[in-house]
């Protein structure tokens, strides 16, 4: 199947899970993660209408993405990986969204390099909740720690959280892991009245519906759109 059919197939699992769970389709959205493909097959996702994508390395958002956001209107991509402090600068102008907040130096150099820019930068803070990826912070209090620094970087803008479930075919330890961060969302709300959680970016291939019931309003889907990776 082409990156089309994939993406009609996709809409219509993520229409289901949605009735399934009392849930308007409009209340989850889709970034298309296009990291290892080329460049012609994000043109094919653009053709079939599909204008959010998110990509994990620096390089390849350097590489492909602006040609891409120069030309098609309302085209836009997302960091979702780990971010080394001497990359912020590259990416900064191009992405819309960085994702994969997980630790205080690179809020940091976000919010430094995002106020030289003038640019305001909306970020979510990945929640480490699955026991195999390492990523992300690792409870409620360094994430609070890393939450209270937002004050001193008025180009930040804070949208939510983001979390990995383990690559398992198990579905508990996913829905616990997805539970857990809807559980962080819901505290910090609390905690911080004045900023906004309202996105939670979870769900993947394996687990996007579930992510779903779970509360998800992005999912993060790569093999399901583009195919099995190189
Ligand atoms: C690669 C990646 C995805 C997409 O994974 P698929 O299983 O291909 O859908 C989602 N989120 C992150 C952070 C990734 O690195």
Redesign the pocket.
């Known amino acids: 199947m082409g990156v089309k059919e994939n993406l009609d197939d996709i809409r219509e699992r993520i229409a289901k899970a949605c009735h399934r769970s009392g849930r308007s389709p409009d209340s989850v959205a889709l970034a298309a993660?296009s990291?290892f493909h080329s460049r012609d097959e994000i043109l094919e996702a653009l053709q079939a209408g599909h204008v959010l994508f998110?990509e994990?390395r620096a390089q390849e958002i350097v590489d492909k993405f602006p040609d891409i956001l120069a030309h098609h209107a309302g085209a836009a991509v997302h960091f979702?990986?780990s971010l080394q402090r001497n990359k912020v600068k590259k990416i900064l102008p191009l992405v819309s969204c960085i994702?994969?907040v997980d630790r205080r130096e690179i809020l940091a150099e976000i919010g430094k390099e995002a106020a030289a820019l003038q640019k305001t930068m909306p970020i979510l803070f990945e929640l480490h909740t699955g026991e195999d990826s390492k990523?992300g912070f690792a409870g409620e209090q360094s994430l609070f720690e890393a939450i209270d620094l937002l004050s001193e970087y008025p180009y930040l803008r804070c949208s939510g959280l983001?979390t990995?479930a383990p690559f398992t075919r198990e579905e508990k330890p996913i829905r616990d892991s997805f539970r857990k961060a809807i559980a962080v969302r819901d505290e910090c709300v609390k905690r911080y009245p004045s900023l906004d959680f309202s996105c939670i970016s979870m769900g993947?291939?394996?687990d996007?519906e579930i992510a779903i019931e779970e509360g998800s309003t992005l999912l993060?889907?790569?093999?399901?759109?583009?195919g099995e990776?190189a």
Do not use: D, H, L, P
Not at 220 to 226: D, E, K, Q, S, V
């Open positions: 993660v990291k998110a994990n979702i990986g994702q994969s990523a983001m990995m993947m291939t394996n996007f993060r889907i790569g093999t399901a759109i583009f990776r």
